[in-house]
Each structure stands twice: as structure tokens, then as C-alpha cells.
């Protein structure tokens, strides 16, 4: 009795050791690194959300609204000009903003800001989303040690003692707000694709005479020197086969008997 009651406990508790494994390895870990990736993460909305974006360089403030959903665009370029927006340019950055994630965070002072490329940062992105909030991301002049990194601030957050967060991207985003005023706006298909030159329509060839066949005389049987081309190798003429002409044979016919005159019976006289 005493065995099967040990034996009960063990059951017990090796399976509520394999549950605290299970939740600790599995559940716990899991839950853990999802909480981290959402603290890396640098936003939590989707690319869908945005409704308006700002970029503001040293050289331009580039506004872009989403169009309606009847517009051939996804968006529109509101300033410096107004027009359609080129929607893979303003896709990659919009994907940059959903998936990318801060590489690391760095406590820093307001007088230390200059040393990351801070005070005079090479841009500043503005995000405005369908529910009204906003944020913000500003990234820095100057890259990491390694030149893969940026250094940037999002949303300009302070931490509590009132140090300002500085937070290392992906050197992706430097790419994605250093561009050219064209390269915002939507290509134009007339510029993307070259006109043809218009050249002269070859005319059709007129009908000309068609050459007359040379016609082949004929060659006679026995050619003379004269009728034979001078390009042409005289054929030899075969010589009629004189045919044995048959002779008549003729029949000796009896020679005729000659007609001896009749004597006179009479008596001479």
C-alpha cells in the first residue's frame, strides 16, 4: 500500500515538473521574447494606417497624403508641388517605419546630441495615422563606428532623470529620405517611355517591268559554227547510221523464141 502511494507521489509530481518546464521553456520564453521584439520594435502600426507623411531634409519638406481609394495613386504629393506621389518610393519607407527595429539604446544628454548627428539631423519623419496620432523619428548625420547603424531618436523621448533615448537603426532609412525631388513624384509614362522618332514611311516599291525570260533557240541538229553561242560547247551530232536500202530482185524472164516466118508452101514457080 505504502509502495503505491510512493509510487502516486512520483506520478505527481514529475508531472508537474514537466508542466513548469513545459510553461517555463515554452510559454514563458516565448511570451519574453515577444515583449522583446515589441520594446525593439520602433512602431507598432501597419503600413495601412498612415494617412499622412512629412519629410523634412536640409534642401526639402516633402508632404505626402494617402489618395482615395478611387485615385490610380496610393499617394499624392502636396508640397513643394502637387501631383501623384511615387507609391514604391513611398512603400519602402513605409515598410521601413512597420518592420524594422532599434538595434540598441543609448542614454544621452541634450549637450551630447551633436555628437550623433542630432542638433542638425540629416531628416525628420513625421507620421500621421487614420486615428489622428502622430509620431515622429529623426535621424541623425552621422553613422555608427561600423557604418551599417544610424543614430536617431523616436517620438523625442526622455527618460525619467531627463536624459534624452538615442537608438541605433538600420543605415536602410538614410537611403530611404535621401532622394531627389523627382524620385518623389510619380514617373511619368510619357517620360518613362520614349516616344518613337517619327521617320519617313518607306513607300512601297513601284511595279517595274518584269525581265523577259531569254528565250533558248533551239540548237539545230547539224549546227554550223554560227549557230552555236560562243558560251556553249558545240554537242556532237551523231552521224546517221546509213540504212541498207533493200533491192529489187528481179525475175530472169525466158528468152523469147524467135519468130521464124512461115515458109510458103507454094511452089516456085
Do not use: C
Not at 500500500?1 to 517555463?24: E, N, P, S, W
Not at 506621389?85 to 519607407?93: H, K, P, R
Not at 517605419?97 to 531628416?123: W, Y
Not at 489622428?132 to 552621422?142: E, I, M, R, S
Amino acid at each position: 500500500m505504502k509502495l503505491q502511494r510512493t509510487t502516486l507521489v512520483l506520478v505527481l509530481l514529475a508531472i508537474l515538473l514537466g508542466g513548469f518546464v513545459y510553461f517555463y521553456e515554452f510559454q514563458w520564453k516565448s511570451q519574453q521574447a515577444e515583449v522583446k521584439k515589441k520594446q525593439q520594435q520602433l512602431f507598432s502600426f501597419k503600413e495601412d494606417d498612415v494617412k499622412n507623411l512629412k519629410i523634412t531634409t536640409p534642401s526639402d519638406t516633402i508632404t505626402l497624403e494617402r489618395a482615395p481609394e478611387s485615385d490610380k495613386t496610393k499617394w499624392l504629393m502636396k508640397s513643394p508641388v502637387m501631383g501623384p506621389a511615387n507609391d514604391g518610393t513611398v512603400a519602402y519607407l513605409l515598410n521601413l517605419l512597420e518592420t524594422e527595429k532599434s538595434e540598441r539604446t543609448l542614454d544621452s544628454s541634450a549637450s551630447q546630441l551633436s555628437e550623433f548627428g542630432l542638433k542638425q539631423p540629416q531628416a525628420t519623419i513625421d507620421i500621421t495615422l487614420n486615428n489622428q496620432k502622430t509620431h515622429k523619428l529623426v535621424l541623425g548625420n552621422k553613422p555608427s563606428f561600423n557604418n551599417q547603424l544610424v543614430y536617431a531618436r523616436k517620438n523625442l523621448a526622455t527618460k525619467p532623470d531627463g536624459s534624452n533615448e538615442v537608438i541605433l537603426v538600420s543605415a536602410k532609412f538614410e537611403n530611404a529620405v535621401k532622394r531627389s525631388l523627382s524620385e518623389w513624384k510619380a514617373v511619368d509614362n510619357q517620360e518613362k517611355t520614349p516616344s518613337a522618332t517619327p521617320t519617313a514611311t518607306p513607300s512601297l516599291p513601284t511595279k517595274q517591268s518584269t525581265p523577259a525570260i531569254p528565250t533558248v533557240k533551239p540548237i539545230p541538229i547539224n549546227p554550223t559554227t554560227e549557230a552555236i553561242p560562243n558560251n556553249s560547247t558545240p554537242t556532237p551530232t551523231p552521224t546517221p547510221t546509213p540504212t541498207n536500202t533493200p533491192t529489187l530482185k528481179t525475175t530472169p524472164t525466158a528468152p523469147s523464141t524467135p519468130v521464124t516466118p512461115a515458109t510458103s508452101n507454094s511452089p516456085t514457080k
